[in-house]
């Protein structure tokens, strides 16, 4: 039996996300769940081409990726081109779905993924990655 112990939401880069905390009788520790927007292989393909669009025109140093100005910059930059590309590629998509694939977009590009959703919730304390073959653990403040 599942029993969710809370539900909320966050927002990260424009995109608003539902948190599910949930218990399952034969698990042993609580299960957070976050219900990440998912697209069609056709969105995902443009999505890639975006990103391999828009990173091959930047000249980025790696001394200049360590400045996290230089990164905001470099954030409202891409997400400028996303959005003019989205616009012209997506032209019957409304507003708020191309800012969620903005937001996206500038998260596989700039931070590090699905991760960073996990960064925005103050309800965290901790995220422990143990490996890529395992599910991330969090430590949740009240559970």
């Known amino acids: 039996m599942v029993k969710v112990l809370e539900s909320y939401e966050i927002e990260s880069d424009h995109i608003t996300l539902e948190v599910n905390v949930v218990a399952k009788e034969d698990e042993f520790v609580r299960i957070y769940h976050l219900s990440v927007p998912e697209f069609g292989q056709g969105t995902r393909a443009l999505l890639n081409d975006l990103k391999n669009r828009i990173i091959t025109e930047a000249r980025i140093s790696p001394e200049k ?79």
Do not use: C
């Open 65 to 143: 990726s360590m400045d996290a100005r230089f990164v905001a910059q470099l954030k409202d930059e891409f997400g400028k081109k996303a959005r003019t590309a989205l616009e012209r590629e997506l032209p019957t998509t409304s507003a708020k779905v191309r800012e969620v694939l903005v937001g996206l977009l500038l998260q596989q590009m700039l931070g590090i993924g699905e991760i960073e959703f996990l960064l925005s919730d103050g309800n965290l304390e901790e995220i422990v990655v143990n490996s890529s073959r395992e599910p991330l653990w969090v430590y949740h403040k009240k559970y």
